[in-house]
Structure formats: C-alpha cells, structure tokens
Nanobody
Framework: QVQLVESGGGLVQDGGSLRLSCAASGRFSRMNVMGWYRQTPGNQRELVAIITNSGGTNYAASVKGRFTISMDNAKNTVDLLMNSLKPGDTAVYYC??????????????WGRGTQVTVSL
C-alpha cells in the first residue's frame, strides 16, 4: 500500500505564491507519474499538472506559465510551485501517483488533499 502525504496549502492573497509538496511512502518498485489535481464543491476533480519519472510534464491551460511541477525520483516527492495565484485557483488540491507495485502490476493512489484559498 502506498501513502501520499501533502503539505503546503493555506491562505494567500491574490497574486501571491504557494508551494505544495507531496511525499510517497509504502511498497512500490517505481513511481511512473506523479501530479496534482484540484476540486471545488460541486465540481469534478480536474488535472492541474502531472510529471513523469523522465521529466515530461503536462499542465492545465489555466495554470500554464504560472505553476511549475517538479519531481524528485530519489525521494519520491512531487512539488507544485504556484505563482500569480488567483481567486479561481481556490480549491482542495490532491496529490496523485501512478506506480509499479511489481514488474507487471501497476496501481495508483491519492492523497487526502490540502486546501488552497486565494483571497482578493
């Protein structure tokens, strides 16, 4: 079983910055993809940014140019640096990981979420 623990959420003013961090622990042989999704009340969870273990990235159009995702393969951590935050970025942010349990078994996991609130 893999556990993902997020940290770094909080309250910030419009135009401010926050860094989210997520650390994976448990039994897995290799992380394939790690990333961040977000969700607001009444809406579906949406992709924010993901990164592969080879460094490939994908960002939601709404955050491109403002957010930067990075992954430390040795520590199995993923960070999300969020700059120029807007009230529309307010949401619960969830860490995600896709990993190999064994050579032929793949699985995924979610963190519990961390609240990000951007005030005017």
């Amino acid at each position: 079983q893999v556990q993902l623990v997020e940290s770094g959420g909080g309250l910030v003013q419009d135009g401010g910055s926050l860094r989210l961090s997520c650390a994976a622990s448990g039994r897995f042989s290799r992380m394939n993809v790690m990333g961040w999704y977000r969700q607001t009340p009444g809406n579906q969870r949406e992709l924010v940014a993901i990164i592969t273990n080879s460094g490939g990235t994908n960002y939601a159009a709404s955050v491109k140019g403002r957010f930067t995702i990075s992954m430390d393969n040795a520590k199995n951590t993923v960070d999300l640096l969020m700059n120029s935050l807007k009230p529309g970025d307010t949401a619960v942010y969830y860490c995600f990981a896709d990993f190999l349990v064994s050579e032929f078994q793949r699985s995924d996991a979610w963190g519990r979420g961390t609240q990000v609130t951007v005030s005017l």
